[in-house]
């Protein structure tokens, strides 16, 4: 499954696919417009076509105040949004319905069974310490995806994976994570995503420092930003076919970090990123869950794809157009947001103008209620 064994297909010369909607379009729903302040959305979920929630931090731009956590929710499908504070710094939340959710966040994981109007702590996460299942899984978790409200699983830091079946309150690792040849300090889980209540893969990658490791960021020091070459870094997956009685592990050494996985029925899609002066700045591939074939399906220069977005018979790319040389710099890049009824081609489509964005996030119930968040405060939605 991995690209090592990706066998490349010519697309086909007509492909057979309705027509984009000439009216369809992506306007900015909600824009956090505070003088000196900008909100950084760190993760969006829409369990349905009414509940929206979104997480991030307010900072200040003049660096003048402490961080804000907070919370935007909407129960009207994003015409009104809510903001609230949050206790903790958000990284990522998972809903199962209008009701049902949980927030991972730096110091604890919390639940909600009210759509976010009260949070409680279920555990508190600890500082790492290296040693897999040590500790309850404090301040190793970036990622959590739910079977139901009691079972589910965590990801992150350290190549740990963890297990829980009382909602959240406690956490066992799952022993097969630790057998992956890497080493902890430098290998995570960047994504978990289970297409039904028994398939289910977790992805990641460890990338060990570099001998030629600038001392400065890249965006300051960009001609040796170019001179340096990609090579090819550990890609590690879990895979369960048994809602996670049992995992298969696969490894191989790829080029980029595989940042995303999304699935749907028997097809896959996975988003490659690439850093500094790689010539693409992201790679999309289609997967043949049966087979375990991978086809590229997508790469342009000026487009660094950063989230996606499958369901049947329709997908999303969440993209920036990179402002400079580099793929990774501190600023803001236009929004460009694509389609494909295929999984294969893929067309542009109309964004409103003012989006500008380092990071995004797509979510959505199904493929006619689709939403976009950016880390510069806004959330755009797409509209006819």
Same mark, same amino acid.
């Given at each position: 499954?991995?690209?090592?064994?990706?066998?490349?297909?010519?697309?086909?010369?007509?492909?057979?696919?309705?027509?984009?909607?000439?009216?369809?379009?992506?306007?900015?729903?909600?824009?956090?417009?505070?003088?000196?302040?900008?909100?950084?959305?760190?993760?969006?979920?829409?369990?349905?076509?009414?509940?929206?929630?979104?997480?991030?931090?307010?900072?200040?731009?003049?660096?003048?105040?402490?961080?804000?956590?907070?919370?935007?929710?909407?129960?009207?499908?994003?015409?009104?949004?809510?903001?609230?504070?949050?206790?903790?710094?958000?990284?990522? $939340? =998972? !809903?199962? &319905?209008?009701?049902? #959710?949980?927030? +991972?966040?730096?110091?604890?994981?919390?639940?909600? @069974? *009210?759509?976010?109007?009260?949070?409680?702590?279920?555990?508190?996460?600890?500082?790492?310490?290296?040693?897999?299942?040590?500790?309850?899984?404090?301040?190793?978790?970036?990622?959590?995806?739910?079977?139901?409200?009691?079972?589910?699983?965590?990801?992150?830091?350290?190549?740990?994976?963890?297990?829980?079946?009382?909602?959240?309150?406690?956490?066992?690792?799952?022993?097969?994570?630790?057998?992956?040849?890497?080493?902890?300090?430098?290998?995570?889980?960047?994504? $978990? =995503? !289970?297409? &039904?209540?028994?398939? #289910?893969?977790? +992805?990641?990658?460890?990338?060990?420092?570099?001998? @030629? *490791?600038?001392?400065?960021?890249?965006?300051?020091?960009?001609?040796?930003?170019?001179?340096?070459?990609?090579?090819?870094?550990?890609?590690?997956?879990?895979?369960?076919?048994?809602?996670?009685?049992?995992?298969?592990?696969?490894?191989?050494?790829?080029?980029?970090?595989?940042?995303?996985?999304?699935?749907?029925?028997?097809?896959?899609?996975?988003?490659?990123?690439?850093?500094?002066?790689?010539?693409?700045?992201?790679?999309?591939?289609?997967?043949?869950?049966?087979?375990?074939?991978?086809?590229?399906?997508?790469?342009?220069?000026?487009?660094?794809?950063?989230?996606?977005?499958?369901?049947?018979?329709?997908?999303?790319?969440?993209?920036?157009?990179?402002?400079?040389?580099?793929?990774?710099?501190?600023?803001?890049?236009?929004?460009?947001?694509?389609?494909?009824?295929?999984?294969?081609?893929?067309?542009?489509?109309?964004?409103?103008?003012?989006?500008?964005?380092?990071?995004?996030?797509?979510?959505?119930?199904?493929?006619?209620?689709?939403?976009?968040?950016?880390?510069?405060?806004?959330?755009?939605?797409?509209?006819?």
């Amino acid at each position: 499954m991995f690209r090592a064994a990706l066998c490349l297909a010519a697309l086909t010369f007509a492909q057979l696919c309705p027509p984009l909607a000439a009216a369809e379009r992506w306007k900015v729903q909600y824009f956090f417009d505070e003088l000196h302040k900008t909100l950084f959305i760190e993760d969006l979920a829409f369990p349905s076509a009414t509940h929206g929630i979104a997480v991030g931090t307010v900072l200040d731009d003049e660096g003048g105040s402490r961080e804000k956590y907070v919370e935007l929710t909407t129960s009207d499908g994003g015409e009104h949004w809510n903001l609230e504070p949050l206790k903790d710094h958000p990284r990522s $939340i =998972f !809903f199962l &319905n209008d009701s049902t #959710g949980w927030l +991972v966040a730096d110091n604890e994981v919390w639940m909600t @069974d *009210d759509f976010g109007s009260e949070w409680k702590k279920l555990c508190e996460q600890k500082k790492p310490n290296h040693k897999l299942g040590a500790t309850p899984p404090g301040g190793l978790l970036t990622r959590i995806w739910f079977l139901d409200a009691q079972h589910g699983y965590a990801a992150g830091l350290q190549k740990s994976l963890f297990e829980t079946r009382d909602g959240g309150r406690t956490w066992d690792p799952v022993t097969e994570a630790a057998r992956i040849d890497a080493n902890p300090a430098y290998s995570t889980f960047n994504e $978990i =995503f !289970f297409e &039904n209540k028994n398939h #289910g893969i977790a +992805v990641g990658g460890s990338i060990p420092p570099r001998p @030629d *490791d600038p001392r400065l960021p890249s965006w300051m020091e960009p001609q040796r930003a170019i001179k340096r070459r990609q090579i090819p870094t550990l890609t590690f997956m879990l895979e369960t076919i048994d809602g996670g009685k049992n995992w298969r592990i696969n490894t191989a050494p790829l080029f980029g970090n595989l940042s995303v996985l999304r699935m749907t029925g028997s097809q896959g899609l996975t988003v490659f990123s690439f850093g500094e002066a790689f010539e693409w700045p992201s790679e999309v591939y289609r997967m043949d869950l049966g087979s375990g074939k991978s086809t590229r399906v997508f790469r342009q220069k000026d487009r660094r794809v950063l989230d996606c977005s499958m369901y049947p018979g329709r997908a999303y790319l969440a993209a920036v157009e990179p402002p400079g040389k580099l793929n990774t710099v501190p600023i803001p890049g236009k929004v460009k947001i694509l389609t494909s009824y295929d999984f294969e081609t893929w067309s542009e489509m109309d964004v409103d103008y003012k989006a500008v964005a380092r990071t995004l996030v797509l979510a959505g119930p199904d493929a006619d209620h689709q939403w976009a968040a950016t880390d510069t405060g806004m959330i755009l939605h797409l509209v006819q």
